[in-house]
């Protein structure tokens, strides 16, 4: 089964720095979703990425997914409190459900 | 915005005893799931459901857990005997389409506890 891994587990950013999270794939994405959680609470989407090379942008937060598609990585430009909170990767398997990363922490630091 | 919505928000349960989940999906949404997150883990597929059926479920989903549609907006999970191990955050998500055509939108979940 596809097994994603995203790193770092957490991060701690000055507010107002740039940031990147990866999410790497035991396998070949076919789909990569990024979700922002905040603590106990559900899931919001972010950004869908499908084809090798794919970049797509929502306000300051950037998603690419490599060529090979194996890789994904998350970026935010210019970090601000509302940005803090648990980022999930999650991969489309087959075509019924979603499979995720363990989720990447980020803390903004006024 | 419409969104999906669950309730209720927590659940304190004891060991045994019966629970339902409610969810209330997106009106025009086709398929229907439930994930779970147990504290400090992964965010977990449970199972998926289409045109009154399950369509696909995990090996978590085991005879213990049934899902409904009771009517044409509600969304239930019912786990028949809770055990300790089930205590988690449940989420509700659903889908105009299948896979990549298909976003999953998400409730904000149900904390159930079992004691």
């Known amino acids: 089964s596809q097994e994603l891994e995203q790193s770092p587990q957490s991060l701690i950013v000055q507010e107002g720095k740039n940031l990147t999270i990866n999410c790497t794939s035991s396998k070949t994405l076919y789909g990569l979703y990024w979700y922002k959680q905040k603590y106990g609470e559900g899931l919001i989407f972010l950004m869908m990425?499908?084809?090798?090379?794919e970049e797509k942008s929502h306000e300051k937060i950037t998603a690419k997914l490599d060529e090979k598609k194996q890789q994904s990585s998350l970026h935010i430009t210019a970090s601000q409190p509302s940005h803090a909170g648990i980022y999930l990767c999650g991969a489309v398997q087959g075509a019924q459900k979603l499979v995720f990363g363990q989720g990447t922490r980020l803390t903004i630091n006024p | 915005e419409p969104e999906v919505t669950q309730t209720p928000s927590h659940q304190v349960t004891q060991m045994g005893q019966e629970v339902i989940l409610r969810c209330v999906p997106i009106s025009n949404h086709l398929y229907f799931y439930w994930y779970r997150q147990i504290l400090g883990q992964k965010v977990e597929f449970l199972v998926s459901?289409?045109?009154?059926?399950?369509?696909?479920k995990s090996e978590i989903f085991d005879d213990q857990f049934s899902v409904e549609r009771p009517d044409g907006s509600n969304f239930t999970l019912k786990i028949r005997s809770t055990k300790l191990e089930d205590s988690a955050m449940y989420f509700c998500?659903?889908?105009?389409?299948?896979?990549?055509?298909?976003?999953?939108?998400f409730g904000p979940g149900t904390r159930l506890t079992v004691l």
């Open positions: 990425l499908q084809k090798g090379g």
């Open positions: 459901f289409y045109n009154n059926e399950i369509s696909e």
């Open positions: 998500a659903s889908s105009p389409n299948l896979g990549l055509a298909g976003e999953q939108f």
